[in-house]
């Protein structure tokens, strides 16, 4: 059986620093060509998907 | 017992070969081979020596015995959960899961099949007894045994053949496109790819397809969540997926438009070819427990 979280945004990769957030981590990163790698980086470490909220705002999301 | 003989192993061999008749080893590759093949021929010999026996015993008055066909009513129900277990078992190894939905109906049919064993053996050795009572020679049982048994495994075998999603739906190619992150197939958004390396992917190698239902029943049929696995499972299995566990970006999804319950998919495969993915849809099965028929007001629109 598999057991683990799912269907939870994992992290955020953020180009914009006026963002908070209690519960998930945030990467704040520079420029978009970080944000494509930091966001792959976190994504094939947990296994998880990348999606763009475009608002500057990566969400890393375990399905 | 003696006279019996000739009855019983013409309907065992008849037994057999129904059961040989129905395995299909195709492009699904299931039941596997070699070992799925050999316990399922196995199995399908006891369901027709049960079968073969089931007359003899009742003329000689082994009333007894008929008991033993509730014993293998149990048997085959076993193989119904057998299957279903090994199935269970092996879902997580796949990139794109076959669902329960799937998994339950290849269950169905192989329990269905020894059934249909065992019909076969028993019409077959009747029809030889009754040949005998009215004191036909051997010759003419044989034959008798033989034009009942065709018969008899023809008739079920077009029974128990599934329907296929060609028939209830026409499928055609159908285009990628992207709005921002999101993935489109013919307007209809399927998920949200963050990645633009993804995305060029998708561009440069995606092949999708519609499928549009050709009736009401049909469009409930295909909204079913275990019937879109199925298609998606089918689809990565026979092209060939071009995923890895740590790329969901690639994840063939069946989403549906909810204006016209049109399904459309895309799929990224090992082989870009949009008129394999249409074949390997059409050929999709239509699962037993996914069939709808709405009536009423639906029904009329």
Redesign the interface.
């Given at each position: 059986m598999d057991l683990g979280i799912k269907e939870n945004i994992i992290a955020l990769v953020s180009l914009n620093r006026n963002i908070t957030s209690a519960s998930v981590p945030i990467f704040f990163v520079d420029n978009e060509e970080k944000q494509e790698e930091t966001a792959l980086l976190i994504a094939k470490i947990t296994m998880g998907m990348v999606h763009d909220l475009r608002n500057g705002v990566y969400a890393i999301v375990k399905h | 017992m003696e006279n019996h003989m000739l009855s019983i192993i013409v309907s065992i061999f008849i037994g057999v070969l129904s059961r040989a008749y129905m395995m299909k080893i195709d492009h699904r590759q299931y039941p596997s081979y070699p070992q799925g093949f050999l316990s399922h021929i196995t199995l399908g010999l006891i369901a027709a020596s049960l079968g073969a026996v089931a007359i003899p015993a009742l003329s000689a008055k082994e009333f007894g015995a008929v008991t033993f066909l509730s014993l293998a009513a149990q048997q085959f129900r076993d193989v119904r959960n057998m299957e279903r277990q090994s199935l269970d078992n092996i879902e997580?190894t796949e990139l794109v899961p076959r669902g329960t939905a799937y998994i339950e109906d290849i269950a169905k049919a192989f329990e269905a099949r020894n059934y249909m064993v065992m019909l076969t053996s028993l019409l077959t050795s009747l029809s030889m007894n009754v040949a005998r009572f009215l004191r036909a020679n051997k010759e003419i049982q044989v034959i008798i045994g033989f034009v009942i048994g065709f018969l008899v495994m023809s008739i079920l075998k077009r029974f128990l053949t599934r329907q296929l999603i060609e028939e209830i739906a026409e499928v055609r190619p159908a285009k990628i496109s992207f709005d921002?992150?999101l993935l489109m197939v013919n307007d209809v958004i399927i998920m949200?790819?963050?990645?633009?390396?993804?995305r060029k992917i998708y561009e440069e190698r995606g092949i999708a397809v519609e499928i549009i239902p050709k009736n009401p029943s049909a469009s409930s049929t295909l909204s079913n969540i275990g019937q879109r696995q199925a298609i998606q499972h089918q689809a990565a299995t026979q092209l060939g997926i071009r995923k890895d566990?740590?790329e969901?970006?690639f994840t063939p999804l069946a989403r549906r438009n909810p204006h016209n319950g049109n399904l459309v998919m895309a799929l990224i495969a090992m082989e870009p070819n949009v008129e394999l993915l249409v074949n390997v849809v059409n050929k999709t099965p239509v699962l037993e427990t996914c069939k709808r028929k709405p009536r009423g007001k639906y029904l009329k629109e």
């Open positions: - | 997580p921002g992150p949200n790819i963050g990645l633009k390396a993804s566990i740590d969901p970006d």
